[in-house]
């Protein structure tokens, strides 16, 4: 089973700034990722999937990169609407799909 | 507009059995694999089952693998997952979604979820 890891559990970061949010597979999954936002009782929504497309509907500010083992999050500007839970999650192996343990976006 | 339903969620004592089910609407239900991912109290994502399409490929976390099975009826648009041996673990939200692409990797839409508790 591959290994999700995010880094940081928690990142507290204020409104018009940039944040970053990381993760690492313990084995390469290719681009072969995809990243979440969940809200509070609410269900998951995609936003980025193969590691740098965005779902229809996700706004501009939103970026994924990376290949292999290392991939990031990126959202440019963050707005009020953005502090919420983020997963990244792989579909590259013939075995189990995993997702990593979240961040928490929180504001500064 | 795409939507998933997922219905069949309650309070069930340890060893017990439920079964979920996922209303689709909004696409075409026979095109698309689909997955059953869970959420445990205060804890992040668990995905729990695939199913294809045609219901010709299956996978399970192996949490859950021996107990739970995913099916699908095409001509109802209805996602299913039977929950057999249930285990205070197993509690949690129960979400279905579609998978997205040639390998149904990624879930887009996801349901509202269901609620399962199990406790004596």
């Known amino acids: 089973e591959i290994v999700m890891t995010q880094s940081p559990a928690t990142l507290s970061v204020s409104p018009g700034e940039r944040a970053t949010l990381s993760c690492r597979a313990s084995q390469s999954v290719s681009s072969n990722l995809a990243w979440y936002q969940q809200k509070p009782a609410q269900a998951p929504r995609l936003l980025i999937y193969?590691?740098?497309t965005r779902a229809t509907d996700i706004p501009a500010r939103f970026s994924g990169s990376g290949s292999g083992t290392e991939f990031t999050l990126t959202i440019s500007s963050l707005q009020s609407e953005d502090f919420a839970d983020y997963y990244c999650?792989?579909?590259?192996?013939?075995?189990?799909?995993?997702f990593g343990q979240g961040t928490r976006l929180e504001i500064k | 507009q795409v939507q998933l339903v997922e219905s069949g969620g309650g309070v069930v004592q340890p060893g017990r059995s439920l079964r979920l089910s996922c209303a689709a609407s909004?696409?075409?239900?026979?095109?698309?694999?689909m997955h059953w991912v869970r959420q445990g109290p205060g804890k992040g994502l668990e995905w729990v089952a695939v199913i294809w399409y045609d219901g010709s490929n299956i996978k399970y976390a192996d949490s859950v693998k021996g107990r739970f099975t995913i099916s699908r009826d095409n001509s109802k648009n209805t996602l299913y997952l039977q929950m057999n041996s249930l285990r205070g673990e197993d509690t949690g939200v129960y979400y279905c979604a579609r998978g997205g692409g040639w390998k149904v990797g990624w879930l887009d839409p996801w349901g509202q979820g269901t609620l399962v508790t199990v406790s004596s």
């Open positions: 909004g696409f075409t239900f026979s095109s698309y694999g």
């Open positions: 193969d590691a740098s």
């Open positions: 999650q792989q579909y590259n192996s013939r075995g189990p799909i995993t």
